[in-house]
């Protein structure tokens, strides 16, 4: 028992010690890792791999890197290891071990009290004009252009809060697949909505993180599409109260300053090399480094390690800040692992979806939507959205298996 709740906690924090380095590992890393060991020393080898993740964790480590060495993409080669190790190993030894019970209590508590830091910025901003930070100032922090001190200083005076983490973005990734599992409750409970699905989305849009209103929107869309309601209170109830409040939202949202600056930002989100914007960055910069590394590289991929390499020796390159090497998540399975890699990560993901909950299936959606527009491959965030949708898929065939014997 006392491993099911380690597990189940350590797994939730992991994205929560995000910002800090040790050394210049990252100290969700290394806790992660120690907390796999932990699992691996006392649960004697018993853990579950997910079915179809074996066979990209495999070619991860081969082909890939062996395309890098071949093409010279070497400076970076011991990482290609490192993360997909990492990656590996804390994925299935946490996520055979973490228990729906024990995560459904310590994410509540997590996320309000994130919350409550958020709530207590804002009206701090509000009304002194300056926010205190989340942030543990003794640490150091990742980002390797900035340190923390003044890290700090820069989020008191900055218009969004972000709660303990380092951007308001990272804030609203962290509530998402909370919001998703609150919604997967609401579906099985057929209701229309519950307190805290309500109070989740207005945090999420008081973080003013696009990506956060997008996916947001997008949850609850698809679930009053599904909605088991009558169709005809679908159409004559449902329906006018989703446009009554979509268009008072944009009709707020375009008055206020920073509704202003996030609307603003939907111009950035067109395909110009030479007019290089936040939209670009996420979205389409990735894509025409992809379109120039070598064919065997599209094919085969370069490796995690090999993909800095790539982008160095791509015209794209010119696209790129000095040491920063920004893809979101679809572009680093691209260049990192290419078409074949891509696509055994993909049926991994079918797998983790075709029979899940519905919980279980939002959660993916959130991680496959943002991986359109974040980067969070291989780290602490996508350990704990892909092992909370294993964990719901394991809950299903649990249950199922408990019916079959009654």
Same mark, same amino acid.
């Given at each position: 028992?006392?491993?099911?709740?380690?597990?189940?906690?350590?797994?939730?924090?992991?994205?929560?010690?995000?910002?800090?380095?040790?050394?210049?590992?990252?100290?969700?890393?290394?806790?992660?890792?120690?907390?796999?060991?932990?699992?691996?020393?006392?649960?004697?080898?018993?853990?579950?791999?997910?079915?179809?993740?074996?066979?990209?964790?495999? /070619?991860?480590?081969?082909?890939?890197?062996?395309?890098?060495?071949?093409?010279? /993409?070497?400076?970076?080669?011991?990482? %290609?290891?490192?993360?997909?190790?990492?990656?590996?190993?804390?994925?299935?030894?946490?996520?055979?071990?973490?228990?729906?019970?024990?995560?459904?209590?310590?994410?509540?508590?997590?996320?309000?009290?994130?919350?409550?830091?958020?709530?207590?910025?804002?009206?701090?901003?509000?009304?002194?004009?300056?926010?205190? %930070?989340?942030?543990?100032?003794?640490?150091?922090?990742?980002?390797?252009?900035? +340190?923390?001190?003044?890290?700090?200083?820069?989020?008191?005076?900055?218009?969004?809060?972000?709660?303990?983490?380092?951007?308001?973005?990272?804030?609203?990734?962290?509530?998402?697949?909370?919001?998703?599992?609150?919604?997967?409750?609401?579906?099985?409970?057929?209701?229309?909505?519950?307190?805290?699905?309500?109070?989740? $989305?207005?945090?999420?849009?008081?973080?003013?993180?696009?990506?956060?209103?997008?996916?947001? $929107?997008?949850?609850?869309?698809? /679930?009053?599409?599904?909605?088991?309601?009558?169709?005809?209170?679908?159409?004559?109830?449902?329906?006018?109260?989703?446009?009554?409040?979509?268009?008072?939202?944009?009709?707020?949202?375009? #008055?206020?300053?920073? &509704?202003?600056?996030?609307?603003?930002?939907?111009?950035?989100?067109?395909?110009?090399?030479?007019?290089?914007?936040?939209?670009?960055?996420?979205?389409?910069?990735?894509?025409?480094?992809?379109?120039?590394?070598?064919?065997?590289?599209?094919?085969?991929?370069?490796?995690? &390690?090999?993909?800095?390499?790539?982008?160095?020796?791509?015209?794209?390159?010119?696209?790129?800040? +000095?040491?920063?090497?920004?893809?979101?998540?679809?572009?680093?399975?691209?260049?990192?692992?290419?078409?074949?890699?891509?696509?055994?990560?993909?049926?991994?993901?079918? /797998?983790?979806?075709?029979?899940?909950?519905?919980?279980?299936?939002?959660?993916?959606?959130?991680?496959?939507?943002? %991986?359109?527009?974040?980067?969070?491959? #291989?780290?602490?965030?996508?350990?704990?959205?892909?092992?909370?949708?294993?964990?719901?898929?394991?809950?299903?065939?649990?249950?199922?298996?408990?019916?079959?014997?009654?």
């Amino acid at each position: 028992m006392f491993l099911r709740k380690y597990a189940s906690l350590a797994i939730l924090l992991g994205p929560i010690l995000d910002p800090y380095i040790i050394g210049t590992t990252p100290l969700s890393s290394l806790f992660l890792f120690f907390s796999a060991f932990i699992l691996l020393i006392f649960r004697n080898g018993k853990f579950d791999i997910p079915k179809n993740y074996l066979p990209f964790a495999i /070619y991860s480590f081969t082909i890939p890197v062996f395309v890098a060495i071949f093409l010279g /993409y070497i400076n970076h080669l011991t990482s %290609s290891f490192a993360s997909t190790f990492f990656f590996s190993i804390c994925f299935v030894l946490l996520s055979s071990c973490i228990d729906y019970q024990y995560v459904k209590k310590y994410y509540k508590y997590l996320v309000l009290f994130c919350c409550a830091i958020f709530i207590s910025q804002e009206l701090m901003y509000y009304s002194l004009g300056y926010r205190f %930070s989340g942030l543990i100032p003794f640490f150091k922090i990742k980002y390797n252009y900035t +340190d923390m001190s003044s890290f700090i200083l820069h989020q008191m005076n900055w218009k969004r809060s972000s709660s303990i983490f380092l951007e308001p973005a990272h804030f609203a990734q962290y509530l998402l697949p909370y919001l998703a599992i609150e919604i997967g409750h609401l579906y099985d409970s057929k209701k229309l909505a519950s307190k805290m699905s309500i109070f989740i $989305s207005v945090i999420l849009l008081l973080t003013w993180s696009g990506n956060a209103i997008v996916v947001a $929107s997008l949850l609850w869309l698809i /679930y009053l599409i599904v909605l088991k309601m009558n169709v005809l209170k679908k159409i004559t109830i449902l329906i006018p109260l989703v446009i009554v409040f979509s268009f008072s939202f944009f009709n707020y949202i375009s #008055n206020t300053e920073k &509704g202003i600056s996030l609307l603003n930002r939907t111009k950035e989100l067109k395909i110009d090399p030479e007019n290089i914007s936040s939209g670009s960055i996420r979205i389409y910069r990735g894509y025409f480094v992809y379109k120039d590394i070598p064919t065997i590289a599209k094919v085969f991929g370069v490796g995690a &390690g090999g993909v800095a390499d790539a982008i160095d020796h791509t015209p794209a390159k010119l696209m790129f800040f +000095d040491y920063e090497r920004y893809l979101n998540n679809i572009q680093t399975l691209l260049i990192g692992y290419g078409i074949i890699g891509t696509l055994l990560f993909f049926i991994f993901l079918l /797998y983790l979806f075709r029979k899940n909950s519905f919980s279980g299936k939002m959660i993916l959606l959130v991680f496959f939507t943002l %991986s359109f527009m974040e980067s969070f491959f #291989n780290t602490s965030k996508m350990i704990m959205m892909l092992g909370l949708a294993f964990m719901f898929l394991k809950y299903v065939k649990k249950s199922l298996t408990l019916e079959s014997q009654l």
